[in-house]
Every structure is written in structure tokens, then in C-alpha cells.
């Protein structure tokens, strides 16, 4: 199991982007793909057409989101937080993703930064 820790900038504020990663059909404008999603504690989400899904743990409204990614059976819940902090008119958004699978490690880290925030990146400056 391995850990991984990133900070990327989104040229949003942290309210507008905390809704973009939370609110199912805003997760479908910019993912391109339908989504489940609700700021419910120990609600299911899914993204990416089931690619990724898991369990909401916990929600701050426009600061942190934590969520339990699943990976089939494991004896310790892959953990990703998503903090978000207002850095001017944009948002530094730190994530740390715990408990990843050493097999999917290399897909998991290549997929934050080239498909998941550089979706996000692409939305809010391009579109």
C-alpha cells in the first residue's frame, strides 16, 4: 500500500469548486461522464462510469471533502481528502489519497493529475 500527496491550483474559489466536486451534474460537465454523487455522509458515489466509487465520509462545505475509494477487498480503506484553500481568486487543493494498492498506483497517481484535475483545470479556464 502506498500514499500520495499533491497540491494543484484550479482558477475557481473554493465554494464554486467544493460544489463542482460534489454536485452530480456539475461532476458530469466536467468528467463528461454521468456521476452519483450527494454531500450525504456514508452515501455510495460513483464517477467515470463506475471507474471510481466508494463511500462519502465526511463534507466542510466550501473547505474538505473525504471519501473511501474503493479497490475490492482491503484490510485498510484507501482514503482520499480533498482540502481546499482560497489562494486569490483561485483555489489551491491539497489531496492526499492514502492505502493504494502498490498494483494500482501508477494508475491512480497518473489519473489525479491527467484526467481528474486536469479535467477540472480545462473547465474552469477553458470553459
Known sequence: MKDFKKYYTINTTPE?????????????????EPAIMETTEGSEF?????????????FIP?????????????DNASIVTI????????T???LRHTNIPDA???????????????ALRIFYDEG
Open 46 to 58: 460513483s464517477i467515470w462510469d463506475d471507474s471510481i466509487s466508494g463511500k462519502n465520509i465526511s
Open 83 to 90: 482540502t481546499l484553500h482560497e489562494d486569490k481568486l483561485k
Open 104 to 118: 494500482d498506483y501508477e494508475n491512480i497517481t497518473r489519473g489525479w493529475t491527467e484526467s481528474y484535475f486536469e
Open 92 to 94: 489551491s487543493v491539497e
Open 16 to 32: 464554486i469548486l467544493y460544489s463542482a466536486l460534489t454536485n452530480a451534474a456539475t461532476i458530469q460537465l466536467w468528467s463528461g
Open 62 to 74: 466550501g473547505k474538505k471533502i473525504i471519501q473511501e475509494w474503493y479497490f475490492g477487498e482491503q
